[in-house]
Every structure is written in C-alpha cells, then in structure tokens.
C-alpha cells in the first residue's frame, strides 16, 4: 500500500533553516506530485507548494516564493522541502501529500530562541 | 487565490442525527474539461487529513456510504447522514482548479 513517511520533528532557531524528508513506497514515484502542506497550532491547513518527481518541475505559493526549495530524489523515492529564514510564525505541523490522497504523518517544526 | 467559506465554524451532533457542513468558493470551479475540482477532507484528532469526498460528488475508497457530496459552481455541501462517533474532528473544503490549492477554514463537528 501506499505509504509516505516522513522525517522526525525539527526544533529552530529564528534565521535557520529545516529540511524536511518525505518516502514514498508503494506506488511509481514518478508517477504522481507531491504537496507539502502546513498546520499551525490550532489552526487550518495551508498549501505550500508542489513537486513533480518526474521531472522536478515545482510550484509554490507566492507566500512562500524565495523563501521555500521543494526537490525530489528518484534513487531513493524522497521529497524534500526545505524552508529558509524560518520566524516563529513557521512553527506548525508540516505534511507531504500524493495527489491530496494519501498524506504523510507530518513533522512538527518548532521555531524557537 | 480563490478563497474557500465554509459554515458553520463548529458543529455539535448527536450519534444517529445528520449533519450538514457548507462550502462556498469565490469562483467557480467547474474545469473546461468539465470535472468539477471540489474535495472534501476529514483531519481526525491528532492525525494528517484524509479524503472522504472527491470532484464534488465522488465517495473516495472505503469512506462510508453515510458520507455524500453535492453541489456545483461555487456553493457545496458535505452531508453526514447519520453521524457516528468515529466522525469526529474538523472537516476541510478544498480546491485545486487553480493555484495556489486553498482551504476552506474548517468545521469542527463534535
């Protein structure tokens, strides 16, 4: 079955930057895009941008233009997302989603002095 | 952006009582290709989002028949027709005819 796994919460400082992984299994990688969507604390669910793994074409939202990479890596099956210049307002539950059916099980990114 | 409005804000049900959830979008989101690009999500306590309805109307694999969508254009609606208490937590909108994707702000049923 399908399965995207993704990589353990990340604590910050305020100007840093976290990388986020994503594993896909379970289907052709290169098949399908990938979304990285947000959740702060408390809050609803935001789209961050997304990736094709056929061919690393990315899409962001213009809020996260310059500030946000999406790659992926088709020797190992992996998403990344890497946000720069993280403030504490980037403190939130991050997810990966295939096609918006099936979802990783978030990392919580803290930003924090 | 086109902006999701979904009503009410929170919802408190019985078990065995329906439950209806609203959806408004600032622009239409019937595709050229005539496919109506309108999902619904169930975010569970604790848990990532998963999707019960797609393209306005469709039951995703092994969601319950008690679940329904409909609608059309820009206003839609998720039915419950009896709820269960394992259908607990916040329900999204959601629309990908255009990026950026966006949210509706979410109806917490409880």
Partial sequence: QVQ?????????????????????????????????????????????????????????????????????????????????????????????????????????????? | DIVMTQSPPSLSVAPGQPASISCRSSQSLLHSDAKTYLYWFLQKPGQSPQLLIFEVSKRFTGVPDRFSGSGSGTDFTLKISRVEPEDVGVYYCMQSIQLPITFGGGTKVE
């Fill in chain 1, 4 to 113: 995207l796994v993704q990589s353990g919460p990340e604590m910050k400082k305020p100007g840093a930057s976290v990388k986020v992984s994503c594993k896909a299994s379970g289907y052709s990688f290169t098949r399908s895009g990938i979304s990285w969507v947000r959740q702060a604390p408390g809050q609803g669910l935001e789209w961050m941008g997304g990736v094709n793994p056929y061919n690393g074409n990315t899409k962001y939202a213009q809020k996260f233009q310059g500030r946000v990479t999406m790659t992926a890596d088709t020797s190992t099956n992996t998403t990344y997302m890497e946000v720069r210049s993280l403030t504490y307002d980037d403190t939130a539950v991050y997810f990966c989603a295939r096609d918006t059916v099936d979802w990783g099980q978030g990392t919580l990114v803290t930003v924090s002095s």
